[in-house]
């Protein structure tokens, strides 16, 4: 995935591989890892992250959905993790409303508490669309939600779409401001089997 600013200027780009994945009676569990890189190639994140399918319900741990610039601010930190399961089920439809999500993740540091929640509410399917990217050209479903996030004193809100494929995950994203403002969008590069 390539991420650029409003001004169509790459700003980071991302690797993500299932590097393990198993069969279970009711759909399969897999382990996601990601790196992710600035604009000058070098990594500012990187982890992993689980994903599991549940009688046609995807869920996806919420670790791999918070902005890496977002985590930078926990380094060298011990820190707690409180989180939902984003899910996605099997069979969508336009006008579905999806289940919210959270993360709230709590460090200390020294004497004062650092605290970060990132809540993605209202999510709906605004129904089917073909996108092209540079991996190619994806039916997928148009997804729209709200996030929040709270770290310390700052608060940010945002609106989202996500663009997600069958088979091949989310294919693009846009973020705007509460006005309406586009603030940056990622699409699909690269896609290898």
Do not use: W
């Not at 996030?147 to 004193?153: I, Q, Y």
């Amino acid at each position: 995935m390539e991420s650029y600013d409003k001004k169509d200027k790459m700003q980071s780009r991302s690797e993500t591989t299932v590097t393990k994945y198993e069969n279970t009676a009711n759909g399969y569990i897999a382990t996601i890892s990601y790196k992710i890189y600035d604009n000058k190639e070098k990594v500012i994140s990187e982890g992993e992250y689980a994903m599991e399918c549940e009688d046609g319900v995807v869920k996806i741990d919420m670790s791999g959905i918070v902005p890496a610039e977002s985590m930078t601010a926990f380094q060298d930190m011990e820190f707690e993790v409180e989180m939902d399961q984003l899910q996605y089920p099997a069979n969508m439809s336009t006008g579905q409303t999806l289940e919210d999500a959270s993360i709230k993740i709590s460090a200390q540091s020294g004497p004062i508490p650092m605290n970060m929640i990132f809540d993605i509410t209202d999510r709906k399917v605004e129904g089917k669309e073909s996108i092209t990217t540079p991996a190619g050209t994806f039916d997928c479903y148009k997804i729209s939600y709200n996030t929040h996030s709270k770290m310390m004193v700052a608060n940010m809100n945002f609106t989202n779409i996500e663009y997600l494929s069958e088979g091949s995950g989310v294919v693009k994203t846009e973020t705007y401001k509460s006005n309406g403002n586009l603030v940056s969008y990622t699409l699909l590069a690269k896609y290898e089997y």
